[in-house]
């Protein structure tokens, strides 16, 4: 496993990490958490991601758990400020004050810990940025969290929160988690560029885009939702299983056939040559997709197969500016 600092902080984190989404799903028990989360130690991974939402609150509640004796020995990430149905509507999607401050006190809780590594703003996207930093800046100053970061925030609000960090002293954002894999690239436009400026990690999520790139679905084949992991990733799939990403996928295939590395592998592998990604998460409900998706980290890349990836994903980098 390879590791690499967190923005400019001293948090020196393994390039794959854990997502917590599915750790909190019904259809995952707590002997399994710890049976993942024991996985993830063995492989070297030590950064594990969760949020105040997830499985409204089991996943919080099950990694505390599994964690145990070891909470030092991991990098412990969670969000919040999320809109719960419990939320008033005028509340919907904002990290406010009231509600980062509120949550991060039942996370704490739930995690069994008195401090958090990264607290991240869950969602970013119609708040003031000066209040959304004020408060993770105050959060940190109580001790109850060492480092601050975001979650799908507007590179424009990202910029603008970095600047105002900058110019007033605050504790910078060292983390910004949002889409982004082969078949979404939307992020390399404007977040990308804004993480690079500011000295910001990027920690892709939906690296697999639930499964497709790891070719797990066939083509016109309904996806079973007998299950909560199913109906949490069948929307998704559903929205990117387009007659030009199924093309893509069977050239990705080609290629993976022909450097002897599992799709998956690559997939993950191509991210983390990506600018800004010093980390990349994936999700996991089972111990052997932790096994597996850790290999990623020491799949190199060489420049011809990285400009035949370009090619098959229609990248022209000498337009980038």
Not at 24 to 50: C, H, K, P, W, Y
Not at 61 to 72: D, F, M, V
Not at 261 to 268: D, G
């Amino acid at each position: 496993m390879e590791y690499r600092y967190l923005g400019k902080s001293g948090l020196y984190a393994s390039r794959i990490c854990i997502g917590g989404v599915q750790l909190g799903s019904e259809d995952v028990s707590q002997g399994q958490v710890d049976r993942i989360v024991g996985t993830m130690f063995d492989a070297g991974i030590n950064l594990i991601d969760t949020a105040y939402i997830y499985g409204r609150g089991r996943s919080e509640e099950r990694i505390g758990k599994a964690l145990g004796k070891k909470r030092q020995d991991v990098i412990l990430v969670t969000k919040g400020g999320l809109f719960r149905s419990e939320h008033p509507p005028q509340n919907f999607g904002a990290p406010s004050r009231r509600y980062l401050v509120r949550e991060v006190e039942i996370s704490l809780k739930r995690l069994n810990t008195d401090y958090i590594d990264v607290y991240m703003w869950h969602m970013g996207n119609s708040i003031n940025p000066h209040e959304m930093l004020r408060a993770m800046d105050d959060l940190v100053k109580s001790g109850k969290a060492l480092y601050i970061g975001g979650s799908n925030t507007p590179a424009w609000k990202l910029g603008v929160a970095s600047e105002y960090a900058r110019n007033h002293g605050m504790n910078p954002i060292v983390l910004e988690q949002s889409g982004y894999s082969m078949i979404n690239r939307s992020c390399e436009f404007d977040k990308i560029p804004c993480c690079l400026e500011y000295g910001i990690s990027f920690m892709p999520y939906r690296a697999l885009q639930s499964g497709f790139l790891a070719d797990r679905y066939r083509k016109g084949v309904p996806i079973s939702q007998d299950t909560g992991v199913g109906r949490y990733h069948a929307p998704n799939v559903d929205r990117i299983a387009t007659d030009e990403n199924w093309a893509i996928l069977k050239q990705l295939k080609q290629v993976a056939g022909d450097i002897g590395v599992p799709l998956p592998e690559l997939a993950l592998a191509w991210l983390l040559h990506q600018p800004a990604v010093d980390t990349v998460l994936v999700g996991a409900s089972k111990p052997e997709q932790v096994r597996e998706n850790a290999k990623a980290a020491d799949v190199k890349l060489g420049f011809d197969v990285l400009a035949r990836l370009d090619k098959v994903l229609g990248i022209d980098r000498s337009r980038r500016i």
